[in-house]
């Protein structure tokens, strides 16, 4: 009897086990909430901001028991392909009040400058990015708005941990890291030539000139250049690289046994050397001259990826021909004259440029393969035909649209690219103007440029350069009297059209081309 009713004590307290684990689950799980609960309580108000996820351009409303209530203002996106802008000046000032649509500041995108506008009104409580400040990312806090202007003086001492912007890249020249952190610093100091190749490793360093106690720049140098140093037994550091970042190649190494530099030095020279911050040597193995590096501005930074995509993605070929312009610019004179301006109201004169945008608007028209896109699985036709115009600024190169440029008369599009050129050259360009667009047309003919050949502007697939206008010697098939020359003098300008061949193919850019030239030559079926 007693063995049965240990058997069932033993039974019974099997069946209760899962039961107390339950329990001490439930009780570990109220333990962990109570310390949640009690760190949150604990949290002060940034930690607490730091967990709210911040979109591009939104305000976040704060509240605090030591501050006022307020709004962190947050870096706009205020173009498509903006990741981060530069402050270019400050409209308001700290204390200011603000009225809804106001400018705040003036931002840097990478295509222009664009004005900041609030959205609500209040006070300007603090400034948290100065102007001049660049590459400040979407989302972060720029500025402090609050709705009493009694409450902006309390935020005199205020700070975001996320309003500093970040701290630039340590140049080559000022690294001065012990030997066992300059890899990683190299590393960040100098980022791999094209994302490709990976930084070497830290057993191909060379041998320390200098003493073990002493820091050691770290040399980059090719394989085949290392191998050559070692057989003349000469010291890479005493080498200047003039690779990509500055690695050295077997040119310089070769170089510099040819030109009976010792490769000896004495310790206290090796340490003097590695104490002093390195110089990077000029990228042409020649010597070079003074020079000056200039910033590069946001947009000229997408100016060079989009070229060297373009360039690089796209299979370009280019078609070239020959168009006379005598009758062009003789109703172009006619009009001007007796129009007294484009608009027939003094306004701009009608350019060569208006002309050869309604020509290819309506060629585009003729042609509607050529106003097309490559979209990865489709080829994208537009029914619009919205022509990009190159403009060239001090900032660099972009291109406002003319919106329908098919259905517009000459003087519409002169007034239209006048004012977009002016709002182009002073930075004043919305991002409805100058985004979008089906083909583009960049004029260097007043420059004297007879001809070249431009790159296709992403996603459109033409582009098309024009060239100056010149006099030549034709061959005229009109005349039949043989006493006479068949040969007459004629304005003529060269145009060259770029395309791309996964969209176009040869003989549409040849069809395209031919109707150009065919409203260019007789420009009174431009106006029917």
Partial sequence: ????????????????????????????????????????????????????????????????????????????????????????????????????????????????????????????????????????????????????????????????????????????????????????????AHPPAYGNSAAPSASSAPAAAAPSSAPVDRVFASPLARKIAEENKVSLSQIAGTGPNNRIIRADVEQFIESGATAKATQPQAVAAVAQPTVPAPVSAAGAGEYTDMPLSNMRKVIARRLLESKTTIPHYYLSIDCEIDALLSVRAQLNTEGAGADGKGGPKLTINDFIIKAAALALRKVPEANSSWMDTVIRRYHNVDVSVAVSTDAGL??????????????????????????????????????????????LGMYGTKSFAAIINPPQSCILAIGAGTKQLMFDPSVKDPTKQPYRVATVMNVTLSCDHRVVDGAVGAQWLQAFKGFIEKPVTMML
């Fill in 1 to 188: 009897m007693f063995g049965r009713v240990t058997r069932n004590v033993t039974k019974t307290a099997r069946l209760m086990a899962p039961l107390g684990r339950s329990l001490n689950a439930v009780a570990r799980i109220h333990t962990l909430k109570f310390i949640s609960v009690s760190s949150k309580r604990a949290c002060n108000q940034q930690q607490i901001v730091n967990l709210v996820p911040r979109s591009s351009g939104q305000s976040l409303r704060l509240f605090s028991s030591n501050l006022p209530k307020h709004t962190e203002l947050a870096m706009p996106a205020l173009s498509p392909t903006m990741a981060k802008g530069n402050i270019s000046k400050w409209r308001k000032r700290e204390g200011d009040k603000i009225n809804p649509g106001e400018v705040l500041c003036e931002v840097e995108t990478d295509k222009a400058t664009v004005d900041f506008e609030a959205q609500d009104e209040g006070y300007l409580a603090k400034i948290l990015v100065p102007e001049g400040t660049q590459d400040v990312p979407v989302g972060q806090p720029v500025a402090i708005i609050v709705d009493e202007a009694a409450d902006a003086d309390k935020f005199k001492s205020y700070s975001a941990s996320s309003s500093a912007p970040a701290a630039p890249k340590a140049e080559p020249q000022q690294s001065a890291q012990p030997a066992q952190a300059q890899p990683a610093a190299t590393q960040a």
């Fill in 398 to 443: 972009i291109t406002p649209i003319v919106r329908n440029a098919d259905m517009l008369g000459l003087a519409t599009i002169a007034s239209s690219v006048k004012q977009l050129a002016e709002k182009a050259k002073t930075n004043k360009l919305q991002p409805n103007e100058y985004q979008g667009g089906t083909f583009t047309i960049s004029n």
